[in-house]
């Protein structure tokens, strides 16, 4: 099976930084896509950062320019670095995969567990 663990959320003040950590593990033959969402109580849970297999990097408009994902293949982690944090920005983060779990497959859909950011205004 395949796990993702995200860690390092918490409560931070407006204009602070936070970086969000991601590690997938488990029988994993190809890692496809690894995306972060957000969804703040009442909303719907929306795409934040995501990155291809081929490196393409995108954002969600409200956090360009503010946050900036990075990845570490070795370790089949992903990272968000969050700067210049704003109150709405405050949801619950989750990771996200696509993963082939052996060379045939397709590849399936992977949550974490999400982790929660709060900023305080």
């Known amino acids: 099976q395949v796990q993702l663990v995200e860690s390092g959320g918490g409560l931070v003040q407006a204009g602070e930084s936070l970086r969000l950590s991601c590690t997938a593990s488990?029988?994993?033959?190809?890692?496809?896509?690894m995306d972060w969402y957000r969804q703040a109580p009442g909303k719907q849970r929306e795409l934040v950062a995501s990155?291809?297999?081929?490196?393409?990097?995108n954002y969600a408009d409200s956090v360009k320019g503010r946050f900036a994902m990075s990845r570490d293949n070795a370790k089949n982690t992903v990272y968000l670095q969050m700067s210049s944090l704003k109150p709405e920005d405050t949801s619950v983060y989750y990771c996200?995969?696509?993963?082939?779990?052996?060379?045939?497959?397709?590849?399936?859909?992977?949550w974490g567990q999400g982790t929660q950011v709060t900023v305080s205004s």
């Open positions: 996200h995969a696509d993963i082939s779990t052996h060379r045939w497959a397709r590849g399936f859909d992977y």
């Open positions: 488990g029988s994993i033959y190809k890692i496809n896509t």
């Open positions: 990155i291809t297999s081929d490196g393409r990097w």
